[in-house]
């Protein structure tokens, strides 16, 4: 099955045999009526297991070539669970460029119970190897990075964490399974924010995680039902909504997203542009191989290179709204500095890129003259 049906179809088999619904039912219930003690039809209370829920975590292994999918409440929520595979003197070793949350997640939460981060720069590949040791546990990627665009190398990260035994996550949100597929290319754990484009309409939080292994699957969905951080039945739907159309939306995003990034970097009040679709973009040969496209996510800084000018921009948008969060089919405007990522000590920050006059953009799907036309008035 080709990917536009995945979206449509994947994984979705008997969804009603009570009335033949096309889509899968709401099911709006907490628990389920037993013929005997322990004598259910698959399901017996909602945290453990809803309908709903493993229709669209069917639609999530299908979409990601994987064989299981779980769903949370949040984007942090599943990340929180595969952190809860490791006890204290664990390493893990992350990006250095990423969504601020999850480094606050890292740093404040899971380093106070004993585990230790390394936070470095995975753009090239052989940097990784320095800080093994036999208590790593996990390579944490974000590709593209947040809010950078810094492009790191799945399959080359993949064969490092393999010669070691170490288990590999990739937080794949801003690509999504429609340009990226991690698994394929040797990841064990594929993590998403479905918030953001799997949703697509900016009416629901969600997040989930895709995996191959058996084993693997087991110890997540025990640490899901145990620690309870699942998602309602209605917002299962919605996300199940958003993925039928997430091949049409994705498409449109990228060509969006090419024409403002080649339209920003002829502005003469924009300074650097990052966006892994122009060839002198570090790592874009990379970004050809491992992606079939380039999104919709762009980041740039102001001339000025001041907070106060990048600030005057982003207030001035009319089309573009100043705002948390991405992947609607609204574009959106914001400043990480400030915004989504004001949890990160400001020298960690500039060491990255993430100064304050970046701008970050979340490329709708709305004509493009008019998304050209706001960022000329908002920068004049």
Same mark, same amino acid.
């Given at each position: 099955?080709?990917?536009?049906?995945?979206?449509?179809?994947?994984?979705?088999?008997?969804?009603?045999?009570?009335?033949?619904?096309?889509?899968?039912?709401?099911y709006q219930t907490t628990t389920y009526?037993?013929?005997?003690?322990?004598?259910?039809?698959?399901?017996?209370?909602?945290?453990?297991?809803?309908?709903?829920?493993?229709?669209? #975590?069917?639609?999530?292994?299908?979409? #990601?070539?994987?064989?299981?999918?779980?769903?949370?409440?949040?984007?942090?929520?599943?990340?929180?669970?595969?952190?809860?595979?490791?006890?204290?003197?664990?390493?893990?070793?992350?990006?250095?460029?990423?969504?601020?949350?999850?480094?606050?997640?890292?740093?404040?939460?899971?380093?106070?119970?004993?585990?230790?981060?390394?936070?470095?720069?995975?753009?090239?590949?052989?940097?990784?190897?320095?800080?093994?040791?036999? =208590?790593?546990?996990?390579?944490?990627?974000?590709?593209?990075?947040?809010?950078?665009?810094?492009?790191?190398?799945?399959?080359?990260?993949?064969?490092?964490?393999?010669?070691? =035994?170490?288990?590999?996550?990739?937080?794949?949100?801003?690509?999504?399974?429609?340009?990226?597929?991690?698994?394929?290319?040797?990841?064990?754990?594929?993590?998403?924010?479905?918030?953001?484009?799997?949703?697509?309409?900016?009416?629901?939080?969600?997040?989930?995680?895709?995996?191959?292994?058996? #084993?693997?699957?087991?110890?997540?969905?025990?640490?899901?039902?145990?620690?309870?951080?699942?998602?309602? !039945?209605?917002?299962?739907?919605?996300?199940?909504?958003?993925?039928?159309?997430?091949?049409?939306?994705?498409?449109?995003?990228?060509?969006?997203?090419?024409?403002?990034?080649?339209?920003?970097?002829?502005? !003469?009040?924009?300074?650097?542009v990052y966006w892994p679709g122009f060839?002198?973009?570090?790592?874009?040969?990379?970004?050809?191989?491992?992606?079939?496209?380039?999104?919709?996510?762009?980041?740039?800084?102001?001339?000025?290179?001041?907070?106060?000018?990048?600030?005057?921009?982003?207030?001035?948008?009319?089309?573009?709204?100043?705002?948390?969060?991405?992947?609607?089919?609204?574009?959106?405007?914001?400043? !990480?500095?400030?915004?989504?990522?004001?949890?990160?000590?400001?020298?960690?920050?500039?060491?990255?890129?993430?100064?304050?006059?970046?701008?970050?953009?979340?490329?709708?799907?709305?004509? #493009?003259?008019?998304?050209?036309?706001?960022?000329?008035?908002?920068?004049?």
């Open positions: 099955m080709k990917f536009n049906t995945k979206t449509i179809h994947g994984g979705q088999v008997n969804i009603d045999p009570a009335y033949g619904s096309v889509m899968p039912p709401i009526s037993q013929t005997t003690p322990g004598g259910h039809k698959g399901y017996e209370y909602s945290r453990s297991a809803n309908p709903t829920r493993t229709a669209l #975590e069917n639609a999530l292994a299908s979409i #990601e070539n994987g064989e299981f999918g779980l769903a949370f409440g949040s984007g942090l929520a599943a990340i929180d669970a595969v952190l809860k595979l490791f006890k204290p003197g664990d390493e893990i070793i992350s990006t250095s460029d990423l969504y601020g949350g999850s480094y606050r997640l890292f740093r404040q939460i899971f380093e106070g119970f004993g585990i230790k981060f390394h936070f470095i720069n995975m753009q090239d590949a052989s940097n990784i190897e320095g800080y093994i040791n036999n =208590n790593t546990k996990l390579i944490w990627v974000e590709t593209p990075t947040n809010p950078m665009m810094n492009i790191i190398d799945i399959a080359a990260t993949s064969k490092i964490a393999k010669k070691h =035994n170490i288990l590999m996550a990739v937080d794949n949100t801003f690509a999504t399974a429609y340009l990226q597929q991690p698994l394929d290319l040797g990841a064990d754990i594929v993590m998403h924010s479905a918030t953001k484009y799997l949703g697509g309409h900016s009416d629901v939080v969600m997040g989930s995680l895709v995996v191959n292994d058996r #084993e693997l699957a087991d110890r997540l969905y025990f640490i899901q039902n145990a620690s309870g951080a699942i998602c309602g !039945p209605q917002d299962s739907f919605l996300v199940l909504r958003g993925i039928k159309t997430l091949h049409i939306r994705m498409q449109r995003h990228c060509e969006n997203g090419e024409k403002i990034a080649r339209f920003l970097r002829t502005h !003469p009040r924009v300074g650097k060839e002198d973009n570090p790592n874009h040969d990379i970004a050809k191989k491992q992606m079939s496209g380039f999104g919709g996510m762009i980041s740039f800084t102001t001339i000025e290179e001041t907070l106060e000018s990048a600030v005057k921009v982003v207030e001035n948008l009319k089309v573009f709204t100043l705002a948390e969060s991405l992947g609607g089919v609204e574009s959106l405007a914001g400043h !990480p500095a400030s915004m989504t990522h004001a949890s990160i000590p400001e020298a960690e920050r500039l060491k990255t890129g993430v100064v304050d006059s970046l701008i970050r953009l979340s490329v709708g799907i709305e004509d #493009e003259e008019d998304l050209i036309e706001d960022l000329k008035q908002a920068l004049g």
